[in-house]
């Protein structure tokens, strides 16, 4: 009987153990797609901002 109540706790360990590390890969799953989104969000942000820049001294240039 003492048996099966450590092979229990063992089972309950080893459960919560396997619980606790799934949880943190999906925690840096779930952040490296965050962090991918948001730079690619910033990425395409830079990229009009820089279009948008250059077409304004594209036009000063023109002017003058």
Do not use: Y
Not at 1 to 29: C, F, P, T, Y
Not at 35 to 49: D, I, K
């Amino acid at each position: 009987m003492e048996n099966a109540r450590i092979l229990d706790e063992r089972l309950k360990r080893i459960i919560g153990e396997v619980g606790h590390r799934a949880g943190s890969e999906i925690r840096r799953s779930l952040l490296q797609d965050m962090e991918n989104s948001f730079t690619a969000a910033l990425e395409a942000h830079c990229r009009r901002e820089t279009e948008k820049l250059l077409k304004l001294f594209s036009e000063a240039v023109n002017k003058i």
